[in-house]
């Protein structure tokens, strides 16, 4: 395999571990802490997932555990969009097992949650492993976006876990992938099959968060890669001096990365989804401000600019968040009728036709080709996929016709960009690579300790690696009931933006100054080398959930 000067030297990192850890999982005993309830609806989750709901927060101290040196063999899934760190969770998981008994042996399920379905796996070995160490890409297995959600799929999984004598399995992935882990572990239970199911918490969205996960892996890398293509563009626009540049990024439901490549770059402007909704503010709402702003500067001289948009940004507008559960529900109910459609037009006249007419209001006032974006293939879950949605095109045409109704649009020329993919697989920062690992080796601790219905928690995040926390809490404690294709569904409650809490306040203090002036600040390539406080920093907000 031909492979980058940076590679080679990435595969001599060591990733640091959490002291607790370091003793291996024979050496540790668990600490059970209160019993824990959901997120919301606690009665209807508990009536869901009566042999995993209440169960208690789970840390460790020093003592002998015996047990953990049995001979495991243990599944892992890697489930959902890529996020930087995986393999460093897949290399935590395997020292772990490999410190516990050498005779231990990893089954890597191929393509995601399907792998498992089709028997389809490779033995992860040191060997084999070696190649993917402290680097990017879910390529060691693959993933997948396969839902396991009923009973002949439960009943497979265990049948090729059985066959394979694998008493856990470890499902790395996002808040939809752990909810699938949640339901497993307890029909597993229900059923007395006698596996184990785990989790690992990963997207780069950072919405995947509560008290005892304070980022999801990810979210550190991809923020960073966001915020050194922001601030290049935004010395390029300070250097011509004739763009307004409108970013687009990835957050399909929170704006957490927006508002931490924010924090790294103090652009013009950056909308906070949460914010808008909070506030109620209409599409025309978040449209006056923006000409304000870039009025404002134009006054002062000054043509251009750069503003973020997270790209869930659409579903907090009220009038748009309507329009979209409207028709999400209405594409569900009519699936057959509206799949049998080819022609454009049709699909919007067929959608419009069966709207509420506020809604149909809003639908028909859209260009056609955002209207065709709303209306584009649903995602496994059945909401729409505002990855698909350009919504920087859209606003800046709406800003365009307002500046140019004010007599203020003659020199307003805009740029439009979209950064997402670039940061789903870059290599981890030292950060990642670090939390990935401990993530993983923790999976293993929680396996020994033949807990169930457990997500690997590591905590203290913003201190030194060997000061961090570990320990495991229930999935069901992060559940609420939601509607998804049409039905109420348990599923991990979404952590988005608190706009009480420390980094929107601080964003919110120094926004109006960023606004006006030209305040750029630059963050640079990912520096995996040199001092702890460039090479080893974690997310500005981070650092100010934990006051440091």
Not at 187 to 214: A, M, R, W
Request: net charge negative; charged share 25%.
């Amino acid at each position: 395999m031909n492979i980058s000067v940076l590679q080679e030297a990435r595969y001599g990192y060591k990733p640091k571990l959490p002291t607790i850890l370091t003793s291996g999982a024979c050496k540790l005993v668990p600490v059970f802490g209160k019993k824990t309830s959901s997120a919301a609806d606690s009665e209807a989750i508990a009536s869901l997932f009566p042999n995993t709901y209440g169960a208690p927060i789970v840390s460790y101290a020093q003592g002998e555990n015996n047990g953990a040196k049995t001979v495991r063999n243990v599944g892992v899934i890697l489930s959902g969009g890529q996020a930087p760190g995986g393999h460093n969770v897949i290399s935590g998981l395997f020292d772990a097992m490999q410190a516990a008994n050498p005779e231990n042996k990893l089954y890597g399920f191929k393509g995601g949650p399907s792998g498992i379905l089709k028997d389809d796996y490779r033995i992860i070995d040191a060997e084999y492993l070696k190649e993917f160490r402290n680097t990017g890409g879910f390529d060691i297995i693959g993933s997948g976006r396969t839902k396991l959600e009923t009973v002949e799929q439960f009943e497979t999984c265990a049948k090729v876990c059985k066959k394979h004598e694998i008493g856990a399995l470890i499902i790395i992935g996002g808040d939809d992938s752990n909810t699938n882990a949640a339901v497993l572990a307890e029909y597993f239970l229900e059923k007395n099959h006698g596996i184990q199911v785990l989790g690992c918490p990963k997207t780069i969205d950072g919405d995947l968060k509560n008290e005892s996960i304070e980022i999801s892996f990810g979210f550190d890398t991809a923020t960073k890669t966001y915020a050194e293509l922001v601030g290049n563009i935004a010395r390029d626009a300070n250097s011509a001096k004739k763009y307004w540049h409108f970013i687009r990024l990835m957050g399909r439901s929170a704006s957490h990365i927006s508002l931490e490549v924010a924090l790294q770059t103090q652009p013009n402007f950056c909308l906070i989804g949460e914010e808008i909704g909070a506030k109620n503010q209409s599409l025309d709402d978040v449209v006056d401000e923006l000409v304000r702003i870039i009025a404002a500067r134009a006054d002062d001289g000054n043509h251009f600019g750069v503003g973020l948009i997270p790209e869930g940004v659409v579903e907090f507008i009220p009038e748009i968040k309507v329009l979209i559960q409207e028709i999400n529900t209405l594409l569900a109910k009519e699936e057959k009728a509206f799949g049998a459609i080819e022609d454009d037009h049709e699909k919007i006249r067929f959608v419009t036709d069966l709207l509420s007419k506020a809604s149909a209001h809003v639908f028909s006032s859209f260009p056609e080709a955002f209207r065709l974006q709303l209306l584009a293939d649903r995602d496994s879950h059945g909401n729409v996929q505002v990855s698909k949605i350009e919504t920087e095109k859209l606003l800046s045409s709406m800003v365009e016709e307002r500046l140019n109704k004010l007599g203020k649009g003659a020199k307003f020329q805009t740029l439009h960009h979209f950064f997402g993919y670039e940061g789903r697989c870059a290599f981890p920062t030292n950060f990642d690579a670090d939390y990935c690992y401990s993530l993983g080796y923790n999976a293993f601790v929680l396996v020994a300790q033949n807990l169930t219905g457990y997500l690997s928690s590591v905590t203290h995040l913003a201190k030194p690696a060997s000061e961090w926390q570990a320990g495991g809490i229930p999935i069901t404690m992060m559940m609420n009931m939601e509607v998804r294709h049409g039905e109420s569904k348990p599923v991990i409650r979404k952590a988005l933006v608190e706009l009480d809490g420390e980094p929107f306040k601080y964003f919110a203090s120094k926004r109006d100054e960023w606004a006006r002036k030209t305040a750029y600040t630059y963050p640079g390539a990912v520096q995996y080398f040199g001092p702890a406080e460039v090479a080893d920093r974690t997310t500005i907000t981070l650092a100010l959930e934990q006051g440091r």
